[in-house]
T-cell receptor, first 114, second 115 residues
Framework: AQSVSQHNHHVILSEAASLELGCNYSYGGTVNLFWYVQYPGQHLQLLLKYFSGDPLVKGIKGFEAEFIKSKFSFNLRKPSVQWSDTAEYFCAVNARGNNNDMRFGAGTRLTVKP | DTGVSQDPRHKITKRGQNVTFRCDPISEHNRLYWYRQTLGQGPEFLTYFQNEAQLEKSRLLSDRFSAERPKGSFSTLEIQRTEQGDSAMYLC?????????????FGPGTRLTVT
């Protein structure tokens, strides 16, 4: 079964700093990859997704992620964070053809200081 | 359509009591999922339905847990004889099965506290 590791439990940045959140997964087959975000007091929302094609995917609010198959990674990036990006970020994976079994990482809490 | 809704948003119960949660998915979505999320963890898959059929259950779903989706629309998750370890956020998500991959849309969750 697949599993997901998020390397950073809590990241603290100042506004305008660049962000990179690590995500590695463990699965031998073809996968779909997702980043979800949970703003304080709100529900999980999809930030971006990778199914196939260009490994560099762009999501909402200036976020992007790069799928590196050889490294089993799907790191999330943003060149310049804002205070409003303060949230918890979850990486998730499911196996192509078994879309019901979505595995989530433990999450990374991002705090952006104004 | 305003997305996935869940009711109640919060539930406090005493150990040993039964509780039932409701989830209303996005109307055109044929798949519905239940997850549990504890503090400091990501959501953990519990079970899912395709239309009214419950197709998979995680081993996390003990015999005290039962889920239904009687008409292929809303779903209920019941926990019998609650234990303190059941305290968690219970999330519902829905998706539309089609060709290729598809994302799951999450509701706000029901936070259960067992005292």
């Amino acid at each position: 079964a697949q599993s997901v590791s998020q390397h950073n439990h809590h990241v603290i940045l100042s506004e305008a700093a660049s962000l990179e959140l690590g995500c590695n997964y463990s699965y031998g087959g073809t996968v779909n990859l997702f980043w979800y975000v949970q703003y304080p007091g709100q529900h999980l929302q999809l930030l971006l997704k990778y199914f196939s094609g260009d490994p560099l995917v762009k999501g909402i609010k200036g976020f992007e992620a790069e799928f590196i198959k050889s490294k089993f990674s799907f790191n999330l990036r943003k060149p310049s964070v804002q205070w409003s990006d303060t949230a918890e970020y979850f990486c998730a994976v499911n196996a192509r053809g078994n879309n019901n079994d979505m595995r989530f990482g433990a999450g990374t809490r991002l705090t952006v200081k104004p | 359509d305003t997305g996935v809704s869940q009711d109640p948003r919060h539930k406090i119960t005493k150990r040993g009591q039964n509780v039932t949660f409701r989830c209303d998915p996005i109307s055109e979505h044929n798949r519905l999922y239940w997850y549990r999320q504890t503090l400091g963890q990501g959501p953990e898959f519990l079970t899912y339905f395709q239309n009214e059929a419950q197709l998979e259950k995680s081993r996390l779903l003990s015999d005290r847990f039962s889920a239904e989706r009687p008409k292929g629309s809303f779903s209920t998750l019941e926990i019998q004889r609650t234990e303190q370890g059941d305290s968690a956020m219970y999330l519902c998500a829905s998706s539309f099965e089609g060709t290729g991959a598809y994302e799951q849309y999450f509701g706000p969750g029901t936070r259960l506290t067992v005292t």
